[in-house]
């Protein structure tokens, strides 16, 4: 079965910091792979996804991630963390398996950016 | 451009009570619906979704339920509300025959059982 790893409930930096998000995935098959941001009473929003082009995926507000098949990690990263980045963070998959319809999120890493 | 809407924002309900959440989507046509809960301090559970009008696929057993009644409507349900099914509940939408899989989400609604 799909799943997905995410490390750490809470990642605190300050700011100016690398953020760095970590996640595992595991997938029999090559996987659809997402990040979502959640901002405190809102839905998720999309960060990034990676569907098997380039393994190197940029999104919004400076945040990108790399596919690394030999680890099974999608690992999260911004070079410079601004307070703004304060949210909850999602790690997902989708694949062949679970039919397209359906995604599987991760636990969430909620990030602090201290002043 | 697709937008997507739930109401109520917010709401507390006493236990027994019964429940109906709304969520709709413009801009699109067919598109794959979803249901997800949100526990305080948890990640997201999948509760239903759905591919069709009247197709709706339960992931979880529970007292709740899903309906479609419409192509962009999707309504969840309870007969009888319990203090366990307080949380943050989530709508979604993705575009059908697609594999990318990409969700868009609404802004929510805070449930309380009391």
């Known amino acids: 079965a799909q799943s997905v790893t995410q490390l750490g409930s809470h990642v605190s930096v300050s700011e100016g910091a690398l953020v760095l998000l970590r996640c595992n995935y595991s997938?029999?098959?090559?996987?659809?792979l997402f990040w979502y941001v959640q901002y405190p009473n809102q839905g998720l929003q999309l960060l990034l996804k990676?569907?098997?082009?380039?393994?190197l995926v940029k999104g919004i507000n400076g945040f990108e991630a790399e596919f690394k098949k030999s680890e099974t990690s999608f690992h999260l990263t911004k070079p410079s963390a601004h307070m703004s980045d304060a949210a909850e963070y999602f790690c997902?998959?989708?694949?062949?398996?679970?039919?397209?319809?359906?995604?599987?999120f991760g636990a969430g890493t909620r990030l602090f950016v201290k002043a | 451009s697709q937008t997507i809407h739930q109401w109520p924002a917010t709401l507390v309900q006493p236990v027994g009570s019964p429940l109906s959440l709304e969520c709709t989507v413009e801009?699109?046509?067919?598109?794959?619906l979803y249901w997800y809960r949100q526990a305080a301090g948890r990640g997201l559970q999948l509760l239903f979704y759905?591919?069709?009008?009247?197709?709706i696929s339960s992931e979880v057993p529970q007292n709740l339920s899903a309906s479609r009644p419409q192509d962009r409507q999707f309504i969840l349900s309870s007969k009888k509300l319990l203090l366990s099914d307080s949380g943050f509940y989530l709508c979604?939408?993705?575009?059908?025959?697609?594999?990318?899989?990409?969700?868009?989400f609404g802004p929510g609604t805070r449930l309380t059982v009391l």
């Open positions: 979604a939408w993705s575009q059908s025959g697609t594999s990318t899989d990409t969700q868009y």
């Open positions: 997938s029999s098959v090559p996987p659809y």
């Open positions: 990676y569907t098997s082009a380039a393994t």
């Open positions: 997902a998959v989708s694949d062949q398996q679970t039919g397209g319809f359906k995604t599987i």
């Open positions: 801009g699109t046509s067919n598109p794959n």
């Open positions: 759905s591919v069709g009008i009247g197709q």
